[in-house]
């Protein structure tokens, strides 16, 4: 374990680096960094936008555990920021074998949840969704879920990094092009304008950033998925205000209930994503190509969609809502950047190769 006193800079300020900041400072020590192109919250960060969800429903017993654990944490000190709406999960009729672990898992730690049979079932118990074209499926509602705003949550946690100590460098000097190398071992990071930034270790918090920085090729692949955004009128969100969210396993679409205020229903979808290619130079020195999200500017700015994208969530708009709904036009849509692993775990531990680096990525959409 580094010494209390061991300065430590940590890349990235989403929910990966803020916390472990949080955490490292009240253990006790003293010289905490956290790095970034943007002060939290980091608008294109995948730990931000207008909503994530919240859900112990996994298929593997150990991520349920965790979840269940962030669930109580939502439920308390983050509940001003955390909206139980509960989680409708569906797939075809003859169940998914994600969704059968999921609903096993969650039913052997006490979890109540409600079975749905078929599509009428669904339509019958959710009224919001007795409009759309849902057919062929079954599914169930897990009640102890929901979203959090998680741009305030990060903004928060932020909040409380900066009570226990934790410095904050942002913009030129917070935007790191590469790792400081003294061959195996990692003496800092490299930064878009001045010196380098010296540090005894160096964590990598940085989501589909990492790949620009290390070589994650075996373990790893920055993918981007589509998000829209469709503005509800005042009368259209108080009718689906009390619909839970909704993922359909099959087509990796979801969508979430209109925000409070705002009465802006987001809709996304998990699935392969969309790679980039990008050249870049291996801590080694070695040309390569990868996936990976821009360096520079907002990349949630950008008003585009691949067509096959916008069409994969118009399709399962459809399923959910009428016409008026799913046919209407969005006011944001963007690609939204995950860091995906083969079997959907988070790399978290030292790297095998330099020494003084340690990883906390691989978020896989989680």
Request: aromatic fraction near 8%; hydrophobic fraction near 35%; include cysteine.
């Amino acid at each position: 374990m580094p010494s209390k006193d061991a300065s430590i800079i940590i890349v990235g300020a989403g929910v990966f680096g803020l916390t472990l900041a949080r955490e490292l400072c009240q253990r006790g020590y003293v010289r905490v960094t956290v790095l970034d192109r943007h002060p939290p919250p980091v608008p294109d960060g995948s730990s931000v936008d207008l909503s994530r969800i919240i859900r112990s429903d996994y298929a593997d017993a150990q991520y349920m555990r965790m979840a269940v654990q962030a669930l109580a944490g939502w439920e308390s000190e983050y509940s001003r920021y955390y909206h139980e709406s509960g989680i409708l999960i569906i797939s075809g009729q003859g169940g998914h074998s994600y969704m059968d672990k999921a609903k096993e898992q969650v039913q052997s730690q006490g979890g109540q949840i409600h079975i749905l049979e078929d599509a009428s079932r669904i339509q019958d118990t959710h009224r919001e969704f007795a409009s759309g074209t849902l057919q062929d499926c079954e599914g169930y509602l897990n009640p102890r879920s929901g979203w959090a705003d998680s741009a305030e949550a990060i903004r928060h946690l932020a909040s409380q990094c900066a009570a226990v100590g934790v410095c904050f460098r942002s913009g030129p000097r917070g935007s790191v092009e590469s790792l400081l190398l003294d061959g195996t071992r990692v003496l800092g990071v490299n930064v878009r304008e001045g010196p380098p930034l010296l540090a005894e270790h160096v964590v990598l918090a940085t989501g589909a950033w990492t790949t620009r920085l290390i070589d994650l090729a075996s373990s790893a692949v920055s993918t981007a998925q589509p998000v829209g955004f469709i503005q509800l009128t005042a009368d259209e969100a108080d009718r689906l205000r009390r619909m839970p969210i909704a993922i359909d396993l099959e087509s990796g679409f979801f969508v979430f209930p209109p925000t409070p205020d705002s009465n802006i229903l987001k809709c996304a979808r998990h699935g392969y994503g969309y790679e980039t290619r990008v050249s870049v130079t291996t801590p080694a020195g070695e040309p390569q190509q990868i996936s990976a999200p821009g360096l520079h500017g907002d990349g949630t700015r950008a008003f585009f969609l691949p067509p096959d994208a916008e069409l994969s969530l118009r399709g399962g708009l459809r399923r959910f809502f009428s016409p008026t709904i799913s046919e209407r036009p969005f006011v944001k849509k963007h690609l939204c950047w995950y860091t995906d692993t083969p079997q959907g775990d988070f790399i978290v531990g030292y790297h095998s190769q330099y020494r003084n680096l340690f990883l906390a990525t691989g978020g896989s959409g989680q």
